[in-house]
Protein backbone atom coordinates (compact mmCIF):
# COMPACT_ATOMS: atom_id res chain seq x y z
CA UNK A 1 0.00 0.00 0.00
CA UNK A 2 1.46 3.80 -0.78
CA UNK A 3 -0.15 6.48 0.95
CA UNK A 4 0.75 10.67 0.88
CA UNK A 5 0.72 11.60 4.78
CA UNK A 6 1.29 15.04 5.32
CA UNK A 7 3.30 15.00 8.67
CA UNK A 8 5.80 17.39 10.73
CA UNK A 9 9.60 15.81 10.37
CA UNK A 10 12.65 16.50 12.11
CA UNK A 11 15.23 17.64 9.29
CA UNK A 12 18.57 18.37 9.08
CA UNK A 13 19.92 21.52 7.59
CA UNK A 14 23.58 22.20 7.21
CA UNK A 15 24.07 25.66 6.42
CA UNK A 16 27.74 26.74 6.57
CA UNK A 17 29.12 24.39 8.69
CA UNK A 18 27.04 24.50 12.14
CA UNK A 19 24.42 21.59 11.65
CA UNK A 20 20.89 22.24 13.28
CA UNK A 21 17.81 20.99 13.34
CA UNK A 22 14.17 22.52 12.51
CA UNK A 23 10.86 21.48 12.65
CA UNK A 24 10.13 21.60 8.85
CA UNK A 25 6.34 20.08 7.41
CA UNK A 26 6.78 18.43 4.90
CA UNK A 27 5.04 15.14 2.73
CA UNK A 28 6.03 12.09 3.23
CA UNK A 29 6.26 9.19 0.69
CA UNK A 30 6.11 5.93 3.11
CA UNK A 31 5.39 2.14 1.54
CA UNK A 32 4.47 0.25 4.56
CA UNK A 33 3.95 -3.24 5.50
CA UNK A 34 1.73 -4.13 8.59
CA UNK A 35 3.53 -6.82 10.32
CA UNK A 36 1.21 -7.35 13.17
CA UNK A 37 -2.22 -5.81 14.67
CA UNK A 38 -3.35 -5.89 18.45
CA UNK A 39 -7.20 -5.04 19.05
CA UNK A 40 -7.48 -3.70 22.37
CA UNK A 41 -11.23 -2.31 21.64
CA UNK A 42 -13.02 -2.19 18.27
CA UNK A 43 -12.05 1.81 18.26
CA UNK A 44 -8.70 1.64 19.14
CA UNK A 45 -6.02 -0.77 17.16
CA UNK A 46 -2.29 -0.46 17.81
CA UNK A 47 -0.70 -1.84 14.03
CA UNK A 48 2.96 -2.28 13.93
CA UNK A 49 4.39 -1.73 10.46
CA UNK A 50 7.66 -1.14 8.87
CA UNK A 51 7.84 1.43 6.76
CA UNK A 52 10.53 3.44 4.29
CA UNK A 53 10.36 6.89 3.69
CA UNK A 54 11.03 9.00 1.04
CA UNK A 55 11.27 12.29 2.13
CA UNK A 56 12.38 16.01 -0.17
CA UNK A 57 12.84 19.02 1.24
CA UNK A 58 13.55 22.21 -0.18
CA UNK A 59 16.28 24.41 1.97
CA UNK A 60 16.30 27.87 1.25
CA UNK A 61 19.99 29.46 0.20
CA UNK A 62 21.76 31.14 2.18
CA UNK A 63 20.46 34.57 3.28
CA UNK A 64 16.57 34.07 2.41
CA UNK A 65 14.02 32.08 4.36
CA UNK A 66 10.20 32.02 4.31
CA UNK A 67 7.74 30.79 1.48
CA UNK A 68 9.22 30.03 -1.50
CA UNK A 69 12.71 31.57 0.18
CA UNK A 70 11.15 35.37 -1.63
CA UNK A 71 12.18 37.13 1.84
CA UNK A 72 15.67 37.86 2.29
CA UNK A 73 17.55 37.82 5.75
CA UNK A 74 18.92 40.81 7.76
CA UNK A 75 21.42 39.22 9.70
CA UNK A 76 24.70 40.53 10.92
CA UNK A 77 27.93 40.22 11.91
CA UNK A 78 28.43 36.68 10.65
CA UNK A 79 25.29 35.64 12.09
CA UNK A 80 22.91 32.36 11.02
CA UNK A 81 19.68 32.96 9.35
CA UNK A 82 16.88 30.52 9.92
CA UNK A 83 15.76 29.46 6.53
CA UNK A 84 12.38 28.94 7.90
CA UNK A 85 11.72 32.63 10.00
CA UNK A 86 14.43 34.35 9.88
CA UNK A 87 15.44 34.90 12.87
CA UNK A 88 18.94 35.47 13.61
CA UNK A 89 21.58 33.32 15.80
CA UNK A 90 23.56 35.45 16.73
CA UNK A 91 27.76 34.64 17.16
CA UNK A 92 29.43 34.64 20.79
CA UNK A 93 29.95 38.55 21.71
CA UNK A 94 27.19 40.02 19.57
CA UNK A 95 23.31 40.19 20.35
CA UNK A 96 20.21 41.96 18.98
CA UNK A 97 17.33 40.87 16.88
CA UNK A 98 19.74 41.40 13.73
CA UNK A 99 22.89 41.02 15.76
CA UNK A 100 23.78 44.25 15.29
CA UNK A 101 24.83 44.78 18.81
CA UNK A 102 28.34 43.96 20.36
CA UNK A 103 28.15 42.89 24.05
CA UNK A 104 27.91 45.71 26.75
CA UNK A 105 31.36 45.87 28.94
CA UNK A 106 32.00 43.20 31.00
CA UNK A 107 30.14 40.58 29.55
CA UNK A 108 30.87 37.98 26.78
CA UNK A 109 29.47 35.11 24.92
CA UNK A 110 26.08 33.27 23.38
CA UNK A 111 23.75 36.38 23.84
CA UNK A 112 25.90 38.38 26.15
CA UNK A 113 25.15 36.52 29.28
CA UNK A 114 28.68 35.49 30.56
CA UNK A 115 29.70 38.25 32.99
CA UNK A 116 33.97 38.69 32.66
CA UNK A 117 36.13 37.33 35.16
CA UNK A 118 39.04 39.61 34.94
CA UNK A 119 40.70 41.42 37.90
CA UNK A 120 39.91 45.29 38.28
CA UNK A 121 36.81 44.98 36.19
CA UNK A 122 38.93 44.53 33.22
CA UNK A 123 38.24 44.31 29.74
CA UNK A 124 37.57 40.69 28.26
CA UNK A 125 37.08 39.33 24.49
CA UNK A 126 33.19 39.79 24.20
CA UNK A 127 33.35 37.02 22.05
CA UNK A 128 35.62 34.09 24.68
CA UNK A 129 35.49 36.22 27.68
CA UNK A 130 39.77 35.81 27.64
CA UNK A 131 40.45 39.09 29.87
CA UNK A 132 42.38 41.48 27.98
CA UNK A 133 45.42 42.61 29.82
CA UNK A 134 46.67 46.42 29.98
CA UNK A 135 50.32 46.87 29.77
CA UNK A 136 52.62 45.72 32.92
CA UNK A 137 49.73 42.96 34.07
CA UNK A 138 49.26 39.54 32.69
CA UNK A 139 47.88 35.81 33.83
CA UNK A 140 44.98 34.38 33.12
CA UNK A 141 42.92 37.10 35.06
CA UNK A 142 45.50 39.94 34.57
CA UNK A 143 46.23 39.68 37.99
CA UNK A 144 49.56 39.41 38.27
Not at 14 to 33: G, N, Q, T, Y
Not at 68 to 87: E, F, H, R, T, W
Not at 136 to 144: E, F, I, L, P, V
Amino acid sequence: MVQIVPLNALVKIVPSAMPKMVLASVPLDFMERVVAKVGLTPHCQIVIAKSKAHLKVRVCPSGRYGTDCMKLCDCQNGAICSPVDGKCECRPGWMGENCEKPCEQGFYGKDCLKRCDCADSMHCDPSDGECICPPGKRGAKCDQ
